[in-house]
């Protein structure tokens, strides 16, 4: 499946330009003129990456990206900031408020395309020649079926053990129960149903180091759950 993407600037030609280059080089893309509407194209759409533009008519990028970081359901969004205010000073506080890159206007297409396709290299889990996946002192084995945290084996059941890698393959991103439940089809439905908050508790209770304070895997109200790409204060994969 393609990245989505969502551009917010309220430069309708440029949003024009880039959003047909990037749709060319494979990707989704979602346009948006303000503040307002990408809001609205969040709450009703995931993105793999944000690119958004630093002013906007209705209010400030940085403004934007202090609310995503400061809101559970997107506070691992990816987002790459736009300006063309090229001062050093932006690209700090840009960064600081939680933007994975900066690109400064005006940039070429081509650039922007490599800075989008690094960023989402960037962002993936990190996969070995094993086919390990790891997230700071959590690793998961798919090969072994186990996960382990500081290279202790986590108890884990078989399904809870699938239904954490349900997660972990879509970090960052809020999945729904009935998203969960698609992507275990295979299991017999009585394994998971409405018991899939229980199956969470207990993949908790041994992949966090404080379980009612989770940093692993996160509770978003009303929509569902979130596997977290920042865990450990040490990683340098999130």
């Known amino acids: 499946m393609s990245a989505r993407l ?19 080089a494979g990707f989704e893309v979602s346009t948006a003129g303000t503040l307002a509407q990408a809001r609205e194209a969040l709450a009703h759409g995931r993105y793999e990456l944000l690119v958004l533009d630093l002013m906007l008519p209705d209010g400030d990028g940085l403004d ?27 690209r700090i506080l840009g960064l600081e408020l939680g933007a994975d890159d900066y690109l400064a206007k005006p940039f070429e297409p081509r650039e ?5 396709k690094a960023l989402l290299r960037r962002l993936e889990p990190k996969l070995d020649g094993d086919e390990v996946l790891r997230f700071g ?12 945290l500081d290279g202790k084996i986590c108890d884990l059941t078989s399904h809870q053990f699938d239904l954490l890698v349900v997660l ?47 940093r692993r895997v996160l509770t978003v109200r009303g929509a569902g759950y979130v596997f977290a790409r920042k865990q450990d204060a040490d990683a340098d994969n999130a």
């Open 112 to 116: 922007l395309q490599a800075r989008i």
């Open 137 to 148: 002192r959590l690793e998961i084995d798919l090969a072994a079926r186990v996960a382990r």
């Open 6 to 24: 969502l551009l917010i600037d309220d430069d309708a030609r440029l949003t024009g330009m880039v959003g047909d280059y990037l749709r060319a």
């Open 168 to 214: 972990a393959q879509s970090p960052g991103r809020v999945l729904s129960r009935d998203q969960i439940m698609d992507a275990l089809k295979g299991h017999p439905l009585e394994a998971f149903d409405r018991s899939i908050d229980v199956h969470i508790s207990r993949i908790r209770a041994v992949i966090e180091d404080d379980a009612k304070n989770p």
């Open 64 to 90: 934007f990206c202090r609310w995503l970081r400061g809101d559970a359901r997107w506070r691992h969004q990816p987002v790459l900031m736009l300006s063309a205010r090229g001062e050093p000073m932006d």
